[in-house]
């Protein structure tokens, strides 16, 4: 068997496990350095809005027309592709998923770990139904290309953050559902994971219940799971970045001009909208524009 073919691991322990109401910012901060790469906030996300937010993620999800997807490709030779379901342009679907994605503590959070200018890459449902096959291996730091490295400057290192991930949980996420696992502390040397890195030995899984929000370094090691349940495995994933990192999805482009207009100050730090760069020097306001006495 590969290595890398999906199967229990040995260990199932979930991550650092921290409570909404009593959130130490700069403890979560540590841990996605320096321990685990990731921290369980349990009941972020009240009950009414996990299921406002599954009731779109279902009904957008019913038609198994394809999608783009990532880190499928044995799902795609085997024909059951269609059991892993992506839901995209999530902030058009329901205002639900602009509250999840600005939440205050998850703003916090972002603030301290990317920079107070962080913008958002991508908000997206990700559906794994009964029998839907687990995902390859991966990292999403900076996004989700690390597999052609080469790609990359030399020396591109987890030192300093790039990336970092929230999953808000829709369903439970069990070993049955196919719950998320990945390598504690494997953020701390970045490379994508191969075979010899054994990782289906050294797993542990993010494992909690709808409301649930997993915060981690995008430089760990993981993947989704098999759903080996009858029941449906659904999440909600968002890609926060520093502002200077060129995000995967265009969400501006995706949104109405009344989503643009009416958005909040932390919605238009999100969609980059505050950030004036890449810009047309040539035709800009005369004058400096950048420097401590600007």
């Given at each position: 068997m590969?290595?890398?073919?999906?199967?229990?691991?040995?260990?199932?322990?979930?991550?650092t496990i921290v409570d909404a109401a009593h959130l130490d910012v700069d403890a979560i901060v540590r841990e996605l350095f320096d321990g685990s790469g990731a921290v369980t906030v349990r009941g972020l996300f009240s009950a009414a809005d996990i299921a406002q937010a599954r009731e779109v993620v279902m009904r957008e999800s019913e038609s198994s027309a394809p999608k783009v997807t990532h880190f499928q490709g044995a799902a795609g030779k085997?024909?059951?592709?269609?059991?892993?379901?992506?839901?995209?342009?999530?902030?058009?679907?329901?205002?639900?998923?602009?509250?999840?994605?600005?939440?205050p503590q998850l703003m916090q959070v972002m603030r301290a770990f990317l920079g107070s200018g962080f913008t958002m890459g991508s908000i997206a449902a990700n559906r794994i139904l009964p029998g839907g096959p687990g995902q390859e291996p991966h990292i999403d730091y900076p996004y989700w290309?690390?597999?052609?490295?080469?790609?990359?400057?030399?020396?591109?290192?987890?030192?300093?953050p790039l990336n970092a991930q929230a999953t808000?949980?829709?369903?439970?996420?069990?070993?049955e559902t196919g719950a998320t696992a990945y390598v504690p502390g494997s953020q701390r040397e970045l490379h994508y994971p191969v075979e010899s890195d054994r990782f289906y030995d050294r797993c542990e899984r993010m494992l909690g219940e709808p409301g649930d929000t997993v915060i981690f370094f995008g430089a760990v090691w993981h993947c989704a799971m098999p759903n080996l349940s009858s029941k449906d495995r659904s999440a909600i994933l968002i890609q926060y970045l520093p502002k200077w990192v060129k995000p995967m999805e265009n969400l501006p482009a995706a949104l109405p001009a009344e989503f643009i207009a009416q958005a909040s100050p932390d919605m238009r730090q999100l969609l980059g909208l505050e950030f004036p760069y890449p810009e047309i020097l040539d035709s800009a306001r005369a004058g400096n524009a950048e420097g401590r006495m600007r």
């Amino acid at each position: 068997m590969s290595a890398l073919t999906a199967r229990a691991p040995a260990v199932v322990t979930g991550s650092t496990i921290v409570d909404a109401a009593h959130l130490d910012v700069d403890a979560i901060v540590r841990e996605l350095f320096d321990g685990s790469g990731a921290v369980t906030v349990r009941g972020l996300f009240s009950a009414a809005d996990i299921a406002q937010a599954r009731e779109v993620v279902m009904r957008e999800s019913e038609s198994s027309a394809p999608k783009v997807t990532h880190f499928q490709g044995a799902a795609g030779k085997a024909g059951t592709i269609d059991l892993q379901r992506r839901v995209w342009n999530l902030l058009a679907k329901g205002e639900v998923f602009s509250r999840m994605a600005a939440h205050p503590q998850l703003m916090q959070v972002m603030r301290a770990f990317l920079g107070s200018g962080f913008t958002m890459g991508s908000i997206a449902a990700n559906r794994i139904l009964p029998g839907g096959p687990g995902q390859e291996p991966h990292i999403d730091y900076p996004y989700w290309d690390y597999h052609s490295p080469l790609t990359h400057p030399a020396r591109l290192n987890a030192s300093f953050p790039l990336n970092a991930q929230a999953t808000i949980m829709l369903d439970p996420f069990t070993v049955e559902t196919g719950a998320t696992a990945y390598v504690p502390g494997s953020q701390r040397e970045l490379h994508y994971p191969v075979e010899s890195d054994r990782f289906y030995d050294r797993c542990e899984r993010m494992l909690g219940e709808p409301g649930d929000t997993v915060i981690f370094f995008g430089a760990v090691w993981h993947c989704a799971m098999p759903n080996l349940s009858s029941k449906d495995r659904s999440a909600i994933l968002i890609q926060y970045l520093p502002k200077w990192v060129k995000p995967m999805e265009n969400l501006p482009a995706a949104l109405p001009a009344e989503f643009i207009a009416q958005a909040s100050p932390d919605m238009r730090q999100l969609l980059g909208l505050e950030f004036p760069y890449p810009e047309i020097l040539d035709s800009a306001r005369a004058g400096n524009a950048e420097g401590r006495m600007r």
